[in-house]
């Protein structure tokens, strides 16, 4: 299933890209920034119990499957396997056409 893009198909799939790493980097800014605070927060008022640890873990785990996502790593998030879900449903939606007309 191989697709052939012009110039403009291109820059719009790279523009897309590039816009969804600037989302993981915010993302991952926001993170680190924000569990800094929380971090100082719990020490200050309440060093005996680390309650910072829960945002920590569980944002962080988000931040982890965003990067996955963004960067290709795990196959079924990735762009070729949207791609090729895409065409999937669209032929399907074309055999159902076919049948009733």
Do not use: C, Q
Request: proline share 3%; glycine share 6%; hydrophobic share 45%.
């Amino acid at each position: 299933m191989e697709m052939n893009f012009n110039e403009e198909d291109k820059y719009f799939l790279a523009k897309k890209k590039v816009e969804r790493i600037k989302g993981f980097y915010g993302n991952l800014v926001a993170y680190v920034l924000v569990n800094a605070i929380l971090i100082f927060i719990n020490l200050y008022t309440s060093p005996k119990y680390l309650w910072f640890f829960w945002p920590l873990m569980w944002w962080g785990i988000g931040v982890v499957f965003h990067g996955l996502k963004v960067f290709e790593v795990f196959p079924v998030l990735g762009k070729d396997w949207e791609e090729r879900k895409i065409k999937e449903f669209m032929e399907k939606e074309k055999e159902n056409k076919n049948k009733w007309t």
